[in-house]
């Protein structure tokens, strides 16, 4: 039984409850909410791990200047998998001097086409890694196994080739500018997309000609230290890219490092505002990434089962730690009511657990500070009188976990409908017409995307006109590629990653 209903696509459990008018004569989702699956978790036998990580600055792994380590811990089993260096000040500065001594004497000379060599090569060996690589990201991060070896590794191989391909080619990206490297450019990136963010940073500093301090997230450094492994074996200069390890203080101390000539940083807006007035008159560049609160408006002419399942995608896929989640759900009110049943159906059928089982489709939340916050929110959300609705599904006793969580009859001006909770919580808000559905999907501090689920292409082109969202899908969500460009309106941030924009801001005249 077990094995049938795993052969089972989502898709074709949607069509068996929702095909038929007469919905007494076929299962409803939840009819397949008991049924369980055989485990199939991914072995990890085949992951190298060190016990201990130094910094990785001038080509080299060395120890961190204060010699403290502190560790990384796997959220799904709240198992310590491995010691991380905690760089200080005086690291940093070893990172920037590599870094920028490898600009002025090696990287920015070289032509395009051998750097291109060098970022084709790393691609192709975190092709060659890629099993690790997605084991490694969902043991330190917690996401399903199923995202990081279907989504993050992948794509983030696909960036590395992609810039890759635009290194020797910068004079056709600006005809007639000739774009020049700006020097080293400092990096912070998030831990809900430890290798993709990495990807993300790395790949166009390169190919535009720039040398790179990279800081990752302090829960999620594993996959960026394997990637300085790779970086090693690929013979890419010494210093052309410096990942170190630490907390904020370590990010801080990039930000402000006067040898740094671009900050990137993905992550809260909070940090990022620090940063944005930190860098203020020093004449350093910047791309921030930050956070989002996207809706996903669906119209009464909208397929809607495709819709129910691009808002499980959107929101409960992944535990809501994307910055572009569809965290908010406007539905037109005629079709509000069988939005809502059968959002609720397939949220029963959701599997929430082991991230390394291949079955699991809602995996641990990153850390047990992320796991409190979220609590609060939904405590908040209940205080605020909107009605609660959470799968019924069991948690696992170890680990931190939160079930798919639905908050309806929300307004507005609620703090759910507003504020970025980043976990697996969707607020259910009402509309009547076009011109309401714009307004209230505007009316938020944040733009970073949104979905359309509707049959009429001239509504999509109508919204994505009025809407302030660097991304918006339409019938569909949480679709990347190297080749598009992304990133935010307000208080989302502002450049673009991605695409030929994401060469732009690694360029000067
Ligand atoms: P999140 O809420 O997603 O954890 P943060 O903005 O707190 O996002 O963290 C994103 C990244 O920014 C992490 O690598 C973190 O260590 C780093 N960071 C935190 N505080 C600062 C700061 N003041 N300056 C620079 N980087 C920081």
Same mark, same amino acid.
């Given at each position: 039984?077990?094995?049938?209903? #795993?052969?089972?696509?989502?898709?074709?459990?949607?069509?068996?409850?929702?095909?038929?008018?007469?919905?007494?004569?076929?299962?409803?989702?939840?009819?397949?909410?008991?049924?369980? /699956?055989?485990?199939?978790?991914?072995?990890?036998?085949?992951?190298?791990?060190?016990? *201990?990580?130094?910094?990785?600055?001038?080509?080299?792994?060395?120890?961190?200047?204060?010699?403290? /380590?502190?560790?990384?811990?796997?959220?799904?089993?709240?198992?310590?998998?491995?010691?991380?260096?905690?760089?200080?000040?005086?690291?940093?500065?070893?990172?920037?001097?590599?870094?920028?001594?490898?600009?002025?004497?090696?990287?920015?000379?070289?032509?395009?086409?051998?750097?291109?060599?060098?970022?084709?090569?790393?691609?192709? @060996?975190?092709?060659?890694?890629?099993?690790?690589?997605?084991? %490694?990201?969902?043991?330190?991060?917690?996401?399903?196994?199923?995202?990081?070896?279907?989504?993050? &590794?992948?794509?983030?191989?696909?960036?590395?080739? /992609? /810039?890759?391909?635009?290194?020797?080619?910068?004079?056709?990206?600006?005809?007639?500018?000739?774009?020049?490297?700006?020097?080293?450019?400092?990096?912070?990136?998030?831990? $809900?997309?430890?290798?993709? @963010?990495?990807?993300?940073?790395?790949?166009?500093?390169?190919?535009?000609?720039?040398?790179? &301090?990279?800081?990752?997230?302090?829960?999620?450094?594993?996959?960026?230290?394997?990637?300085?492994?790779? %970086? *090693?074996?690929?013979?890419?200069?010494?210093?052309?890219?410096?990942?170190?390890?630490?907390?904020?203080?370590?990010?801080?101390?990039? +930000?402000?490092?006067?040898?740094?000539?671009?900050?990137?940083?993905?992550?809260?807006?909070?940090?990022?505002? !620090?940063?944005?007035?930190?860098?203020?008159?020093?004449?350093?560049? #910047?791309?921030?990434?930050?956070?989002?609160?996207?809706? $996903? =408006?669906?119209?009464?002419?909208?397929? %809607?089962?495709?819709?129910?399942?691009? =808002?499980?995608?959107? !929101?409960?896929?992944?535990?809501?730690?994307?910055?572009?989640?569809?965290?908010?759900?406007?539905?037109?009110?005629?079709?509000?009511?069988?939005?809502?049943?059968?959002?609720?159906?397939?949220?029963?059928?959701? =599997?929430?657990?082991?991230?390394?089982?291949?079955?699991?489709?809602?995996?641990?939340?990153?850390?047990?500070?992320?796991?409190?916050?979220? $609590?609060?929110? !939904?405590?908040?959300?209940?205080?605020?009188?909107?009605?609660?609705?959470?799968?019924?599904?069991?948690?696992?006793?170890?680990?931190?976990?939160?079930?798919?969580?639905?908050?309806?009859?929300?307004?507005?001006?609620?703090?759910? &409908? *507003?504020?970025?909770?980043?976990?697996?919580?969707?607020?259910?808000?009402?509309?009547?017409?076009?011109?309401?559905?714009?307004?209230?999907?505007?009316?938020?501090?944040?733009?970073?995307?949104?979905?359309?689920?509707?049959?009429?292409?001239?509504?999509?082109? $109508?919204?994505?006109?009025?809407?302030?969202?660097? +991304?918006?899908?339409?019938?569909?969500?949480?679709?990347?590629?190297?080749?598009?460009?992304?990133?935010?309106?307000?208080?989302?941030?502002?450049?673009?990653?991605?695409?030929?924009?994401?060469?732009?801001?690694?360029?000067?005249?």
């Amino acid at each position: 039984m077990a094995a049938a209903v #795993a052969a089972t696509t989502s898709s074709d459990i949607n069509s068996m409850s929702t095909s038929s008018t007469k919905r007494s004569a076929v299962p409803s989702l939840s009819f397949f909410k008991d049924w369980t /699956y055989v485990p199939a978790p991914e072995s990890s036998d085949h992951i190298h791990l060190k016990d *201990q990580y130094g910094l990785f600055i001038n080509g080299e792994f060395v120890r961190p200047h204060s010699k403290r /380590y502190f560790d990384t811990i796997n959220p799904a089993t709240e198992k310590k998998i491995a010691e991380i260096a905690d760089a200080d000040e005086k690291d940093v500065d070893a990172a920037v001097t590599a870094a920028a001594n490898a600009s002025a004497k090696i990287w920015k000379r070289m032509p395009g086409k051998e750097r291109s060599k060098y970022i084709y090569r790393i691609a192709r @060996m975190i092709q060659e890694r890629a099993r690790e690589f997605a084991v %490694i990201e969902t043991m330190d991060g917690g996401k399903p196994i199923r995202e990081s070896r279907d989504v993050d &590794v992948p794509l983030a191989a696909n960036h590395f080739f /992609y /810039y890759a391909g635009w290194a020797d080619k910068l004079d056709y990206a600006f005809p007639n500018r000739r774009p020049q490297p700006l020097g080293v450019a400092g990096q912070i990136i998030p831990w $809900n997309f430890p290798l993709l @963010m990495a990807a993300w940073k790395i790949a166009p500093a390169l190919a535009c000609g720039n040398t790179v &301090v990279l800081k990752p997230a302090e829960t999620t450094s594993l996959t960026a230290l394997k990637l300085a492994e790779i %970086i *090693q074996e690929s013979g890419l200069p010494a210093g052309v890219v410096n990942i170190v390890t630490g907390f904020g203080k370590t990010g801080a101390a990039i +930000v402000n490092h006067p040898g740094v000539n671009k900050v990137a940083f993905t992550g809260s807006t909070d940090v990022g505002k !620090i940063i944005q007035k930190a860098i203020a008159g020093t004449g350093k560049k #910047a791309t921030l990434e930050l956070g989002g609160k996207a809706a $996903n =408006i669906v119209f009464d002419d909208a397929p %809607i089962d495709q819709a129910v399942e691009g =808002i499980v995608n959107g !929101i409960f896929f992944n535990q809501g730690h994307v910055c572009c989640a569809g965290s908010r759900l406007l539905v037109q009110e005629g079709v509000a009511e069988i939005v809502i049943r059968k959002l609720k159906d397939r949220m029963e059928t959701l =599997i929430v657990g082991d991230p390394m089982d291949k079955n699991t489709d809602i995996g641990a939340i990153n850390s047990k500070e992320q796991l409190k916050k979220i $609590n609060e929110y !939904i405590s908040i959300g209940v205080n605020e009188g909107a009605e609660l609705y959470q799968s019924s599904c069991t948690l696992p006793s170890k680990g931190f976990f939160c079930k798919p969580t639905l908050f309806l009859n929300t307004s507005q001006s609620h703090r759910l &409908v *507003q504020e970025e909770i980043f976990g697996p919580v969707l607020a259910v808000q009402t509309f009547r017409t076009v011109e309401e559905a714009i307004e209230k999907a505007n009316n938020i501090p944040y733009g970073l995307s949104a979905g359309i689920w509707t049959d009429k292409g001239s509504k999509i082109f $109508n919204m994505t006109s009025k809407m302030r969202a660097g +991304v918006v899908w339409a019938n569909t969500y949480n679709k990347f590629d190297p080749t598009s460009p992304f990133g935010g309106y307000k208080e989302s941030g502002y450049g673009r990653e991605g695409g030929l924009h994401g060469l732009l801001p690694y360029v000067q005249w």
